[in-house]
Every structure is written in structure tokens, then in C-alpha cells.
């Protein structure tokens, strides 16, 4: 069996830097420190590193693929996103390879390592968290995030989301106008506790403010998302019914989270839309098909799915740099579970 050729990613570990930085050295852009270009083209030429010319001609050409990387592609609401941009790009003549993460971050972060070695024209992310390795991505491959919680702006990278504070902050405001007093907050987040930072948590607590609610911590539900939402959130109202705290609400951020409410509250005999009410967000088909049907928001997933294609493509072509924030617009959908009291 021949020796394996020398990666940037090798060269990037050996350098204690990037793979993005090393593949900038490599290609001569981006600004990078005269001492870590010398630093890394030492360890290059050490190391026998030899340009991959015909991959190099690739990518000046494009490969007409695209990766699209998910935490969770059996979530309705991603999935229906990632078949919206796979179609879209499918028409335009591009190849898409999905990758599925299971929410892990270094599965997450292999799956960009090998997106980035198959020369793809682009990378669409779809959901999830901040990414830490988000460095790792070379300047010359073009970024879309949806849906994606980002610490902060990423430059170049095109953002396509909804307002998810205001989404939220009105769907607490709705609980109230319908009569609830203690309205829990329902939540999946790394580590149980990530949702502190979350701008959907934010509007919960400026909801609250504004309606005259006193924030009640016995009332945060938020699972460290090691599982499914759905069984996390049976989990977290469980206990909470069974600890006797009392709460007339629930505002969940996601369908997944308020179907598991919704089932474990019937269990303890609770009428929701009527005892307490239930609202999540999404429009997905977990939302339709209950009894009784869950109240949501509606987030217009082949919107998202058309600006993140229209938006990657013209950066792929050179139409732009990227750098777009495209807000999609929301709407309440009122079913039962805030009907009951009407």
C-alpha cells in the first residue's frame, strides 16, 4: 500500500493552526501573519506536501456539489428545509450530499472534514449550534446557515432565519391574552443549559416582563439534548407535574417538544387548550396530526430553502461575497391547545 499524501489538515495540526489558514497560506489569500505563512510552508515542504493541481482545476471549475449538514434530518421542520434545497439545487444541476450529525459537534465536524476533501462548491447548514470548529471551513468554500444559532455575525457567510426572539416573545404573549399566569418555557439546549444565551430564551423573559409575569425558574424546562426532543421533553414536564409545580402555559420552541407535552399531560389527566395551554413553533406535521391539534408559527421552510440556495449559488459563481442576513417572515397558527378558552 503507497504512503498516504500529506492533507492541509495534517499540516494544520502539525502548525497548531487551521485548516482554513493553511489552505489560505497554501493558496496565497486571505491576511495571515508573515511568521505563521513561514511557519506554515515550512512544515509543507517538510512534510512533502505536493498541491493536488488537477483537485486545484476542480475547484477553479467548480464540482457542481454541495453539502448540506443537519443535526437531526428525521426533524420534520429540517428535513423539509434540506428536501427543499436538495430539489432546488437538483434543478440548477448540482449534486448534494446530505450529512447527518445526530447532534454531535465532532461528527459534525468530521462531516465538514470530509465535505471540504470531496472539493464541494458549498456548504448549506441547517439547524443547530454554534459552530466551534467553524474556523476549519477554508474561505474559498461559500456558507449558508439556516436556522443555526451563531455566537456571532460570520463573515462572508449568508445567515437565512426567522426573527426567533419576536417568534417567542409573541407566542408568550398570545398565553397571556388567553389567560395564563405562570407560563412555563420549554427547551432542549447543549448541556441544559446553553438556552441562557439562546435569543428565543430572551424573548420569553422580555414577554414575561411586559405582560407582568414574574420569571419562575421552576418553570425553565431545559433538557441537555443527549436524546430525542420529544422524549427529553416528556421527561421535563414529567417531572415538573410530579415535583407539584403549578403553570397554566407552555411555550415550547420547537412542535418535537410540545408533542411530548402534550402526550405526557394527557397522561396526568390534564385538558390541554382548556387546564393548559400549548403553543411550539414550526408548522410541522406533528403539529397537524394530534388530538388535539398543537397551536405553532408558522416559518415558511421553502422560503429558507429558496434564500439559501439563490444566496450559496451566487457566491459559488461569484455573484457575491456573501455576507447576506435574509429574515423570512412568521405567522401564528392557532389550534386547539389555545382554543380551549375562547
Known amino acids: 500500500m503507497g504512503k498516504r499524501s500529506v492533507t492541509i489538515y495534517d499540516i494544520a495540526k502539525l502548525a497548531g493552526v487551521s485548516a482554513a489558514t493553511v489552505s489560505n497560506v497554501l493558496n496565497g489569500k486571505g491576511r495571515v501573519s508573515e511568521r505563521t505563512r513561514k511557519l506554515v510552508q515550512d512544515i509543507a515542504d517538510e512534510q512533502g506536501y505536493v498541491t493536488n493541481s488537477s483537485a486545484k482545476s476542480l475547484r477553479e471549475a467548480r464540482t457542481r456539489t454541495v453539502g448540506v449538514v443537519t443535526p437531526d434530518v428525521s426533524n420534520d421542520f429540517f428535513s423539509s428545509i434540506v428536501q427543499g434545497i436538495e430539489t432546488l439545487l437538483s434543478a440548477k444541476g448540482y449534486m448534494t450530499f446530505i450529512c447527518d450529525t445526530a447532534n454531535d459537534l465532532e461528527r459534525e465536524a468530521g462531516c465538514v472534514h470530509n465535505l471540504v476533501e470531496k472539493q464541494v462548491d458549498g456548504i448549506v447548514f441547517v439547524g443547530g449550534d454554534s459552530p466551534r470548529w467553524s474556523k476549519d471551513v477554508p474561505e474559498t468554500i461559500p456558507c449558508a446557515y439556516v436556522d443555526r444559532q451563531l455566537p456571532e455575525p460570520l463573515d462572508g457567510a449568508t445567515i437565512v432565519d426567522s426573527d426567533a426572539r419576536q417568534i417567542t416573545y409573541e407566542c408568550t404573549c398570545l398565553l397571556k391574552e388567553r389567560g395564563c399566569e405562570r407560563i412555563a418555557y420549554l427547551c432542549v439546549a447543549a448541556g441544559g443549559t446553553a438556552y441562557i444565551k439562546d435569543v428565543r430564551y430572551k424573548g420569553f423573559c422580555d414577554a414575561l ?117 435574509v429574515e423570512v417572515p412568521h405567522e401564528i397558527v392557532e389550534r386547539a391547545t389555545t382554543l380551549g378558552r375562547a
Open 209 to 325: 416582563r411586559d405582560c407582568g409575569i414574574r420569571l419562575d425558574k421552576n418553570l425553565v424546562l431545559a433538557g441537555p439534548h443527549e436524546q430525542s426532543s420529544l422524549v427529553e421533553s416528556r421527561e421535563l414536564v414529567g417531572r415538573c407535574l410530579d415535583d407539584g409545580f403549578d403553570f397554566d402555559g407552555i411555550v415550547a420552541i420547537g412542535d418535537r417538544l410540545a408533542l411530548g407535552a402534550l402526550g405526557v399531560l394527557k397522561e396526568h389527566g390534564v385538558a390541554v387548550g382548556k387546564d393548559v395551554l400549548l403553543i411550539g413553533q414550526d408548522n410541522s406535521l406533528y403539529s397537524r396530526i394530534t388530538t388535539p391539534a398543537i397551536s405553532t408559527v408558522e416559518r415558511h421552510t421553502d422560503q429558507m430553502a429558496r434564500a439559501a440556495v439563490e444566496s450559496l449559488l451566487e457566491m459559488v459563481e461569484g455573484d457575491s461575497h456573501g455576507g447576506n442576513v
